[in-house]
């Protein structure tokens, strides 16, 4: 089983939605035995909670299922997982510091880096492939996260379809 951890702040707003969007491709690829998707928090303030009602709201608007509890991400979780996908570059920082190798921390990667029409982090602008964070902001701000996820997935699927080593349809 190849295992993708999609990691953010709160682990109740861009993680969860990252988590559904990736594993409805998953499932539409036919990987669904092969890869298994969660996601958790850089910190555990909402543990235990639902995902934000705005990120359900727009998940089910657009046909994606959910059924989220938060927690909190651990250094230990590096030894069973193949891929964690960072939401920011606060996250991969952090994700990168907490890992306890250096073969756990290059299994951290940004989510943006795989949407092919996303800027390069380059001069100066570390951040340029965040997902921003919606949680202070209106409905529009899940809605963008929402596009900005969907967009990286395609080129993720392919980078763990490589790594499973099956076969593109």
Known sequence: MYRVCFVCTG???RSPMAESVFRAHVVGAGLGGLVEVDSAGTGG???GDGADPRTVAVLEAAGYEQDH???KFRASWFDRLDLVIALDAGHLRDLRALAPTAEAAAKVRLLR????AAP???GGVPDALDVPDPYYGPLDGFEECLELVEAASPGLLEAVRAAV???AP
Do not use: F
């Not at 880096?113 to 092919?116: A, E, H, L, V």
């Open 11 to 13: 682990n109740i707003c």
């Open 45 to 47: 303030w909402h543990e």
């Open 69 to 71: 509890r938060a927690r």
């Open 113 to 116: 880096s795989y949407d092919p």
């Open 120 to 122: 390069a982090a380059r």
């Open 165 to 167: 080593k099956e076969p």
